[in-house]
C-alpha cells in the first residue's frame, strides 16, 4: 500500500466511524440498541417487561444496552480499517488505541452477550467498578436488601463458560512437521 | 528536527494542556433532559451514555415512546458533550486542534447554557 493510498484510507476513518453501526441486545433481552463507534444511539427498543424493573433499572439497562452496541461498532469499526489499510496498520493502530472490544468473527455476538451477562471475578471484590453489569445479577442486591445475612458463597459468581474444547493439535511445529498425522488410522 | 517530531510534539504539547486542564476542572460531560424531566442523559464526548436517568412516571410512557424519548435526549445529550469539549479544548489550544475536532465529528454548537443570560437564541 502506498502512503497516497494509506492518506486516503485514514481520511475515510471519520466516515467510516460516523457510518458504522453495531447492534446488541442485552443479556436479559429486556433491550435492544443500535450505535455508532462513537456511541450515539441511533436505535433503541426496550422490552415491554423492561419497564416493570422500575425506572432505575431501565436507565441501567439502557446504558449497558448502549455500550454493548456502542462495542459492537468500534468492532465492526476496526473490521472496516483492516480491510481499507490492511491488517498491520490496523494492528498498528490497536496499539494505540487499545484492542478491539469483541473477539474476531464467528462467535462475537454470543460471546459479547456472555461477557456482559457474567461480571468477571475482579468485580466481586472491587465493587468501584461499577460498569460491570448491574441489571442482570438481581439475586445478589434482592439477598442483601432482604437483610439476612449473606451465605458464605454470596459473593461468588458463576464462572466463565466452559471454554471451547480446542483441537489436539495446536502446536504449529507438530503440524507442519506432519500435517496428516491426524488423519492416519 | 523533521516534520513528523515537530507534528508529534506539537500533539504532545495540546494532549498536556488538554489533560492539565481537564484534571483542575474535571470530567467534560454533557446532559440533557427531557422539558417535563421524564428522562435526563449524561453523557461523555463520543462515548455512549453514561447514565441514564428515568423518572417514575416516565414508566407511564410505555416502552415505544420512552426510548424515542431516550433516543431523543441522548442525541441532545451528545451535541452537549461535543459541544463542551470544544469550549473546553479551545481555552487551551490552538485553533488548529479545535478545528481538528470538528472535522472528526465534534460539532461546536450553539452555547446552550440555559444560565448565559441571553434570550436572542438562534433557530434550530
Known sequence: ???????????????????????????????????????????????????????????????????????????????????????????????????????????????????????????????????????????????????????PWAGQVKSRPAPRPQPEETDDDDYFADPFRGQRQ | MDETQRAARRVADTERQVVEHAARTGPVLGRASSPDGAVTVVAAPGGPPQEVRVSPSALNMGPRALADEILRVSARASRDAASRLHRTVERVADPAAVRALAEIGFERGPDDDEFDGTYLRESR
Not at chain 1, 443500535?34 to 417487561?49: C, F, I, M, R, V
Not at chain 1, 469483541?102 to 475482579?122: N, T, V, Y
Open chain 1, 1 to 151: 500500500m502506498t502512503q497516497e493510498q494509506r492518506l486516503a484510507a485514514a481520511e475515510g476513518l471519520t466516515e467510516v466511524l460516523a457510518r458504522t453501526t453495531g447492534s446488541a441486545e442485552h443479556p436479559t433481552r429486556l433491550a435492544r440498541a443500535t450505535a455508532t463507534a462513537s456511541g450515539e444511539l441511533k436505535a433503541l427498543d426496550l422490552h415491554p417487561n423492561a419497564l416493570a424493573q422500575g425506572p432505575d433499572a431501565v436507565g441501567r439497562l439502557v446504558v449497558e444496552t448502549a455500550r454493548l452496541a456502542t462495542d459492537a461498532a468500534v468492532q465492526k469499526s476496526y473490521n472496516e480499517l483492516a480491510k481499507s489499510l490492511g491488517d498491520s496498520m490496523a494492528m498498528a493502530v490497536e496499539a494505540f488505541a487499545g484492542p478491539p472490544p469483541l473477539q474476531p468473527a464467528g462467535a462475537a455476538p454470543r460471546s459479547q452477550a456472555e461477557s456482559a451477562a457474567i461480571p468477571r471475578p475482579e468485580a466481586a471484590v472491587q465493587p468501584q467498578a461499577a460498569v460491570q453489569s448491574q441489571v442482570t445479577p438481581p439475586a445478589a442486591h434482592r439477598r442483601s436488601a432482604t437483610g439476612t445475612p449473606p451465605p
